[in-house]
């Protein structure tokens, strides 16, 4: 169980990237998440948070590729809304 959690949240960061979102101290938001089982919960704080420990997520893109976003959200079974709560915490480029 606690694999296939890892590879999700690993996964879900991809999909991230691959719409558009460039995630500054990417390491240590990776290794936060590794360390919990419950990381959708993790990912959504530091999305709103984490710029206190340099984890920040960026546009590059990503406006345009909305709902590709949405689409990760919903893959990886994040609440409703989460989408569009990350989406106001993403950073200009």
């Known amino acids: 169980m606690g694999r296939l959690c890892e590879e999700s949240y690993a996964e879900f960061l991809d999909s991230l990237k691959a719409a558009g979102v ?4 990417e390491c240590e938001l990776r290794e936060r998440l590794a360390e919990t089982a419950r990381w959708r919960f993790a990912f959504m704080t530091m999305a709103q948070n ?3 420990i340099g984890i920040r997520f960026i546009d590059h893109g990503a406006r345009q590729n909305k709902a590709r976003i949405r689409r990760a959200f919903a893959r990886y ?4 809304n989460s989408d569009s709560v990350f989406a106001a915490n993403l950073a200009a480029d």
């Open 50 to 52: 984490g710029k206190a």
């Open 22 to 25: 460039e995630i500054a101290n």
């Open 77 to 80: 079974a994040f609440p409703d």
